[in-house]
């Protein structure tokens, strides 16, 4: 017979916080020592405690900080009491002692409930543990009924139990799971089924009726979708005589009305991603077609009415052809027997009779092509009538849409008092306005620049407010009281004003004045901005009065002001010393003259044209508007090749990036591969110098 272990073997056999028997124990060396500690007062010498715990107490005892764990009352360790009487052959019969001579499978019930033993970490509460903290067995269940088998349970195999049971068991894996068991078996049942129509389907319940089951389309994939497709959409449009806009109307409504959004076919509607050519089909003999139909109706005399009109998704010309003779035909209201078969006739003017002269796809009611096909079929040698609406009929008078301030076709009535009619439109006023007038100077820009000016105030004091400036200019400089014609007053920086006058008179009027009573203030004019141009190709080096002789004499249909033509500058030609340019400065209209002819003769050289205007440019940030002297980034350059933090003699980058181009608000589609200073690809250039003629000289 073996012998029985002692008290200190045992020690070692059961766990400190459960009390329970396992194969694996830890000794509680000094890591776990300090976690015991903190929870009752543990001490090695202390003979009566175990001294090894358990895989789970020891996992337990590193997670007892968070909320799943639950630690007992340590007061039951009082109960432990060691035995006194002992020999040398006596067993000892202590509590330790004892749990470790019991077998490990006693200690715990069937099922997963609570351990039947006290422990440190066992709940006195004697409640049902989360699922968690549950500990697990294995159990003997019965291969049919899967009822638990065990002494003392009750056993009912029927196939009453077996349902219940395997409910239960599927429940209790969780309700996700039980989730995923059901839809996996009513998928096999739908597809054992091979459903085509209704997706629904019979269920055999335990009791009571049959369970009717319908799943969701996407479900079963055999199922046939059930929507309305392109092509009945199709079909109804062109039965009922449907736009394009109304069919996707109705579809829109009988998502709506179904609250169903996949009950009509995706993609109804489509937006085209690339342009492609359509076929216009148009009548070439206009006047064979006209005395073709002539013949065929027996018509003496009628009377031509071409209609154009833009719906249906087609730009349409329509010709109808009506008899100015009345005969019976057109006055019977109702068939009568007598008549005999097929004696119902359609109406000259009727829908049935009409003919197609012209038909565009896709093609929107403007005035080029309204004006395309009306030059392709050649209306303008027949006399008749024309049968529009009020906005084809504006793009064929060439005039503005409806929502201009002059709307109506007819006169020139105002669009906020339509009631009243005003001077007529006829032919013979719009050949007056197009005809040359005598004076090409009177009323013209040039002619209004050239008789405004300005005066720039500035106070010496540059922190001073530009309302300040403006109550000084008032109390000593009353416009009203000396009578001066002022029309316009913009604030600039440090506090200064620019006043325009009307006229020059008024503007050294106004200077006079403000010289004597503005001490305090710089007072000067204000330098008139004018375009300007190149000629390049001089064969020789003139002077400024040779060339603008030449210019005066031999462009001067080019020249609209001739007190505005200057001559800025004259130079050689970089690459050709021999070649030589000027740069012309002039008004508005001589700019855009020149620009548009393309060249000039100056002597016996044939000069090209080139745009002139150019924008301030800076050195250090290549900025607009400012130079280097003034730019926050004088100190720290930023280079024009590669839009890095340095100067670009120290440039050794072999890509290219625009550092303007790089700080566009609106990017898209720019190219930033270049220069700074290319004027061909730098958009950020092309948008100063735009705003520049816009703002400036009123040039789109």
Known sequence: MPKARTHEENRLQVCLFCFGKTKTMFFIKEGLKLLVKKHFEYKDEDDRLPAVLCSSCKRDLYRINEKTIRLPKFSELKRIRRCTRSTSNSVCDCYICDLARKPASGNFAKGNILPKRIGILADTTNVQLAEKEKIRCIESRCSYCCSIIGKGLSHKCNLTTRLENLTEYILSVGSKNADQVVSSLLK??????????????????????????????????????????????????????????????????????????????????????????????????????????????????????????????????????????????????????????????????????????????????????????????????????????????????????????????????????????????????????????????????????????????????????????????????????????????????????????????????????????????????ANKIQPRVRIVGLSEKLNEEEIKQYLLLQNKELICDQATVKIVEIKALKNKDTVYQAVLQTDIITYQKLLKHGFVVIGLDSCKVYDAITVLRCFSCNGFNHDSSVCSKKNDPICPRCAENHSVKDCQSESLKCINCLNLKNKIGVDICHAAWDHDKCQALKNVLGKLKYDVFGLQ
Not at 198 to 214: A, C, E, F, Y
Not at 342 to 362: E, T
Request: hydrophobic share 35%; aromatic share 6%.
């Open 188 to 525: 096999r049942k739908f597809n054992e089924k091979e459903i085509k129509s209704t997706p629904s389907i019979s269920l055999v319940q335990p009791r009571g009726k049959h369970l009717q089951v319908t799943l969701n389309q996407r479900i079963n994939d055999n199922v046939k979708k059930q929507f309305l497709s392109a092509d009945d959409f199709l079909k109804l449009q062109t039965s009922l005589n449907l736009s394009q806009k109304k069919t996707i109307a109705i579809a829109a409504a009988v998502r709506v009305a179904t609250k169903n959004a996949k009950i009509v076919e995706p993609y109804l509607k489509t937006d085209k991603v690339s342009s492609a050519p359509e076929t216009v089909a148009y009548c070439t003999d206009l006047e064979g077609l006209i005395q073709f139909i002539k013949e065929k109706r027996s018509l003496s005399q009628y009377h031509l009415k071409f209609g154009i009109d833009g719906g249906g998704g087609f730009l349409k010309i329509c010709l109808s052809i009506q008899s100015t003779v009345e005969n019976e035909d057109s006055r019977k209201c109702k068939q009568k027997f007598e008549d005999g078969i097929c004696a119902k006739r359609f109406k000259d003017s009727g829908v049935n009779k009409l003919i197609i002269l012209a038909l565009a796809p896709s093609s929107q009611e403007n005035y080029e092509n309204v004006s395309q096909l009306w030059s392709e079929i050649n209306i303008n040698n027949f006399k008749g009538t024309i049968a529009t609406d009020l906005k084809l009929a504006n793009i064929l008078v060439g005039i503005m849409s409806h929502s201009s301030n002059y709307p109506c076709t007819w006169c020139y009535a105002s669009k906020n008092n339509l009631k009243v009619c005003d001077t007529y439109r006829t032919i013979k006023e719009k050949l007056k306005s197009l005809q040359p007038t005598s004076s090409p100077m009177a009323g013209t820009y040039a002619e209004k620049l050239r008789k405004q000016s300005s005066i720039i105030i500035k106070p010496n004091d540059e922190s001073q407010l530009n309302s300040v400036t403006k109550m000084d200019i008032m109390k000593k400089i009353n416009p009203l009281v000396n009578s001066i014609k002022i029309n316009s007053v913009k604030n600039i920086k440090n506090g200064g004003l620019i006043v325009g006058c009307n006229d020059v008179e008024e503007a050294n009027k106004f200077k006079e004045l403000a010289d004597k009573e503005l001490k305090d203030y710089k007072i000067k004019d």
